[in-house]
């Protein structure tokens, strides 16, 4: 039901933009996880209740941004600045029952997508 998409190849200090399309329903909240090799998944960024409020981990803060369009079937991940340590696998994940205190958790969110892989080169 979601479909990630945009990952690549990229050096140092570029962007790139990841999209996560919803098919068949909307959702209220999306986030972002990444996975690096021989690492947990860690959150990245989520769009909570519709957009009304954005969150980021410390290690992304100021460099990417989560939007989505006005149909809230598709969310962005706008990614600058690129770092060697960005280099991961991305998945996208959505829900319409995500409580605040668990926006940065992903079993909060039930629907996955399939990931998209970035890399980051020095």
């Known amino acids: 039901q979601l479909q990630a998409s945009g990952g690549g190849l990229v050096q140092a200090g570029g962007s790139l933009r990841l999209s996560c399309a919803a098919s068949g329903r909307t959702f209220s909240s999306y986030a972002w996880f990444r996975q690096a090799p021989g690492r947990e998944r860690e959150f990245v960024a989520a769009?909570?209740?519709?957009?009304?409020?954005?969150y980021y981990s410390d290690s992304v803060k100021g460099r990417f941004a989560i939007s989505g369009d006005n149909t809230q079937s598709t969310v962005y991940l706008q990614m600058n600045s690129l770092k060697p340590e960005d280099t991961a696998v991305y998945y996208c994940?959505?829900?319409?029952?995500?409580?605040?205190?668990?926006?940065?958790?992903?079993?909060?969110?039930?629907?996955w997508g399939q990931g998209t892989e970035v890399t980051v080169s020095s």
């Open positions: 769009r909570w209740r519709r957009g009304g409020n954005t």
């Open positions: 994940a959505a829900d319409n029952g995500v409580i605040l205190s668990t926006v940065r958790t992903s079993s909060a969110y039930k629907t």
